[in-house]
C-alpha cells in the first residue's frame, strides 16, 4: 500500500473517531474539519529533505535575525544549512541572544559599513573571501532585511536571493545609489539561478513599481515559536507599535468609547505587561488588536502561525489614520528617517506611472496603496471600522467564536505549508542545478 494511501486510510480512521468527540466539546462546523481533513491528507506532498547527503548552504549577513532565523529554521527540514554572519547590533534584540558581537569575525563589512555600502568595499570583501574554505562550501546569498547588501555577494558567481523583508532601498534611499541598485536587482532578477522576492504583497508591488520586476511572493512561515492558541488569561493584548503618539490617542479614544458603553473589555499594550514577553504570553491570552505602524512585520506573521485570533482596522479606518494622523509612520522611508519629503527620491518604472507615489504623504497614495498592508492579505482576521466597534466586538466575541477563528486559521496556515514547500522545493532545486558545489 502507498505512503498516500496509509496516511488517507489512517486519517479516515482517526477522523471517524475524532469527529463525534468534536462535534460534542465544540462547536466547529463541519465544513473545518472537511478543510483540515484533505489539508492532513495532503501534507506530506513535499518530501523532506530535498538534500540528504550533501545540504544545499546560504550565507547570509543580515541587519535583523528574525528573518534569517525564520527561512533558516523553515528550510532546515528539507535539507538547508545557513552560515549566519550577522549585522544585526541593535541592542534590544541581539542583547537578548547575546549575539552584539557577532559581526566581528566578518572581515571588510560591519554594520556601519555595511548599511549604505561602499562599492568600493565590494572587491576588497571578495579579496578577503575568495579563497575562504567556508565561503567554498556555500551555493547561494540571502538578503531580506537591507536586501541591497546582496550587491556585496555578486563576484562570487553564486546564486542570490533577494527577499525584502522592509522598503527595498534601505540604505540606498539618495537617487544616484538607488538607481544603481535597481540596476543591479533587474540583472539579478534576470539570471534564472538568482531569485527576487518579498516576505509581503506591498514589497511585492512597491519593488514592481520602481523597477518593472514582477517579484515572488515568499510570506515568512515563523514556525520557530514552537506555540499555538491556548487562552488561559483574561482580557486582549496590543501588538507592537513604534508610533507612540499615535498608540496613545488609539487608547484614549477606547477608553472613553468602553466607557461610554460600560464595558469591561480588559485590552493592555503587549510591551506594558510583558516588557520581556515570551511566544507563551501572547497564546495565552483572548486575541491581540494591531494599531499598525508599518506594513508588514515579522509579529504579525508570528501571531498568525501561531493561530492568535487578529484583529485589526479596516481598510478605509486605516487609510483615515494613515491621512490624518501618519499611523503608517513607518510604511515610508523618508518619514522613518527624518528625511520627510513630498515624493520619491526616482520615478516609477515606465509601466508604473499611473499609480499613486508609495512614498507620498497623500490620500490618494494611502488608499492605494494600504490596500497590500500583510492584514488585508490573509483570512479570518476580525476587522473593525471604528473605535467603538472594536470595543463592541471585543465585549460580545465569546470563547468558542475566538476558538473557531482559530481552528480556521489553523486549517488556512496548514494550506500555507504545503503551498510553500513546494513553492521552496522550486527554488532550491533550481539553485542546486547551478551551484558547482552539487548539493544533492
Keep these: ?10 486519517v479516515l480512521i482517526t477522523t471517524i473517531i475524532v469527529v463525534p468527540s468534536v462535534f460534542f ?17 495532503h501534507v506530506n506532498e513535499v518530501p523532506l529533505p530535498i538534500f540528504k547527503t550533501k545540504p544545499l548552504v546560504i550565507w547570509t549577513s543580515d541587519f535583523h535575525f528574525v528573518p534569517t532565523k525564520d527561512l533558516s529554521t523553515y528550510l532546515q527540514p528539507m535539507g538547508v544549512r545557513f552560515i549566519d554572519k550577522s ?6 534584540r541581539c542583547r537578548r541572544r547575546n549575539a552584539c558581537n557577532e559581526w566581528r569575525s566578518l572581515k571588510v563589512i560591519n554594520p556601519k559599513n555595511g548599511l549604505r555600502l561602499d562599492h568600493r568595499l565590494i572587491p576588497r570583501f571578495y579579496e578577503a573571501y575568495k579563497n575562504d574554505s567556508e565561503m567554498k562550501t556555500v551555493d547561494a546569498f540571502a538578503c531580506f532585511h537591507v536586501s541591497s547588501l546582496c550587491e556585496l555577494f555578486e ?22 545609489s538607488w538607481t ?61 507599535s513604534r508610533t507612540k503618539q499615535f498608540l496613545g490617542l488609539f487608547q484614549q479614544n477606547f477608553t472613553a468609547s468602553c466607557k461610554r458603553s460600560n464595558c469591561s473589555v480588559e485590552l493592555t499594550v503587549l510591551r506594558q505587561k ?43 479606518l486605516l487609510v483615515e489614520w494613515d491621512v490624518r494622523h501618519e499611523a503608517l509612520g513607518y510604511r515610508r522611508l523618508n518619514a522613518m528617517y527624518r528625511t520627510r519629503t513630498s515624493r520619491s527620491a526616482i520615478d516609477p518604472h515606465p509601466s508604473q506611472r499611473s499609480i499613486p507615489d508609495p512614498n ?51 486549517v488556512f496556515n496548514m494550506r500555507e505549508n504545503k503551498r510553500l514547500r513546494r513553492v521552496w522545493r522550486t527554488i532550491l532545486l533550481k539553485i542546486a542545478s547551478h551551484s558547482s558545489n552539487h548539493p544533492y
Design 1 to 10: 500500500m502507498s505512503t498516500r494511501k496509509t496516511l488517507r486510510r489512517f
Design 25 to 41: 466539546v465544540s462547536p466547529l462546523k463541519f465544513h473545518i474539519l472537511e478543510e483540515l481533513f484533505d489539508t492532513l491528507v
Design 87 to 92: 549585522l544585526d547590533d541593535y541592542e534590544p
Design 155 to 176: 563576484p562570487f558567481n553564486k546564486s542570490i536571493i533577494v527577499i525584502a523583508t522592509i522598503r527595498y532601498e534601505l540604505g540606498r534611499q539618495d537617487n544616484g
Design 180 to 240: 544603481t541598485w535597481n540596476r543591479n536587482l533587474i540583472k539579478y532578477a534576470s539570471n534564472p539561478s538568482n531569485v527576487v522576492a518579498a516576505n509581503n504583497l506591498y514589497d511585492v508591488e512597491y519593488i514592481k513599481y520602481f523597477t518593472g520586476i514582477q517579484p515572488l511572493l515568499l510570506p515568512s512561515w515563523c514556525n520557530y515559536t514552537n506555540q499555538s492558541y491556548a487562552p488561559s488569561r483574561p482580557g486582549f493584548l496590543i501588538a507592537l
Design 274 to 316: 510583558y516588557p520581556f514577553y515570551q511566544y507563551s504570553d501572547i497564546v495565552a491570552h483572548q486575541g491581540i488588536v494591531h494599531v499598525p505602524y508599518q506594513v508588514s512585520v515579522m509579529s504579525f506573521f508570528e501571531q498568525y502561525r501561531m493561530n492568535v485570533p487578529i484583529f485589526a482596522p479596516s481598510k478605509e
Design 360 to 410: 507620498s504623504f497623500s490620500a490618494e497614495s494611502s488608499r492605494y496603496w494600504i490596500q497590500f498592508c500583510d492584514y488585508y492579505q490573509f483570512p479570518h482576521v476580525t476587522y473593525f471600522s471604528s473605535i467603538d466597534e472594536l470595543v463592541e466586538i471585543l465585549q460580545s466575541i465569546t470563547k468558542e467564536q475566538l476558538q473557531r477563528i482559530s481552528e480556521r486559521m489553523k
